[in-house]
């Protein structure tokens, strides 16, 4: 019997300073309440990924956001994206899926490297319901693509450092990310 990976959010922060403090001045933080992305100001010399509430999840959903952002992105508060809070309607629920769809997956590659369970999250409970397994089989096909594609390689040396910290396989494979929509749910995806 194996023992089950314990994950401590200290462990991924110093994983995630260790690699990307001296190189782009940023650091993984401990927040209260909301995410939030802060570049460098006059108060914090240094840029801010900040995840909710001490959650590891948080931490590798906020993280994938910053490993998907480029150089003028990283610049700006959150990345100078806007954000319809909960409550969406569908038409706008299906917009913020477009664009979760990369970080999503980039957080999926980050939670395997972790052995860390992986769930979407549509972020949408006071909202029109969509179907969930829809959205995670437009995810899993993103997945597969960067798997073969490549990652950057922001999130290539993210997911290294975790995966020999982790002990996990290395390289990622497709077979890491088998996911299969419930028989009953088939037709709406």
Same mark, same amino acid.
């Given at each position: 019997m194996t023992n089950p990976i314990s994950h401590h959010i200290s462990d991924l922060t110093q994983t995630f300073d260790g690699l990307f403090f001296?190189?782009?001045n940023t650091r993984l933080i401990k927040g209260e309440h909301e995410p939030i992305?802060?570049?460098e100001n006059a108060d914090t010399p240094y840029n801010q990924v900040v995840f909710a509430h001490g959650f590891y999840a948080s931490?590798?959903?906020?993280i994938a956001h910053w490993l998907v952002a480029g150089e003028r992105r990283r610049e700006l508060e959150d990345y100078g994206y806007w954000y319809c809070p909960d409550g969406r309607s569908a038409e706008q629920q299906? +917009?913020?899926e477009k664009v979760e769809i990369k970080p999503q997956a980039? +957080?999926?590659a980050l939670s395997a490297a972790a052995g860390f369970d992986f769930n979407v999250s549509v972020d949408n409970l006071n909202g029109e319901q969509t179907c969930r397994f829809s959205f995670q089989k437009r995810?899993?096909?993103q997945v597969f693509e960067?798997? +073969?594609k490549g990652f950057n390689i922001?999130?290539?040396e993210l997911l290294k450092a975790l995966s020999d910290f982790y002990k996990t396989p290395w390289p990622l494979t497709e077979a890491q990310f088998d996911w299969q929509c419930p028989e009953e749910f088939l037709d709406a995806v």
């Amino acid at each position: 019997m194996t023992n089950p990976i314990s994950h401590h959010i200290s462990d991924l922060t110093q994983t995630f300073d260790g690699l990307f403090f001296e190189a782009y001045n940023t650091r993984l933080i401990k927040g209260e309440h909301e995410p939030i992305y802060l570049p460098e100001n006059a108060d914090t010399p240094y840029n801010q990924v900040v995840f909710a509430h001490g959650f590891y999840a948080s931490a590798l959903h906020e993280i994938a956001h910053w490993l998907v952002a480029g150089e003028r992105r990283r610049e700006l508060e959150d990345y100078g994206y806007w954000y319809c809070p909960d409550g969406r309607s569908a038409e706008q629920q299906y +917009e913020f899926e477009k664009v979760e769809i990369k970080p999503q997956a980039i +957080e999926w590659a980050l939670s395997a490297a972790a052995g860390f369970d992986f769930n979407v999250s549509v972020d949408n409970l006071n909202g029109e319901q969509t179907c969930r397994f829809s959205f995670q089989k437009r995810v899993q096909a993103q997945v597969f693509e960067l798997l +073969e594609k490549g990652f950057n390689i922001r999130t290539e040396e993210l997911l290294k450092a975790l995966s020999d910290f982790y002990k996990t396989p290395w390289p990622l494979t497709e077979a890491q990310f088998d996911w299969q929509c419930p028989e009953e749910f088939l037709d709406a995806v």
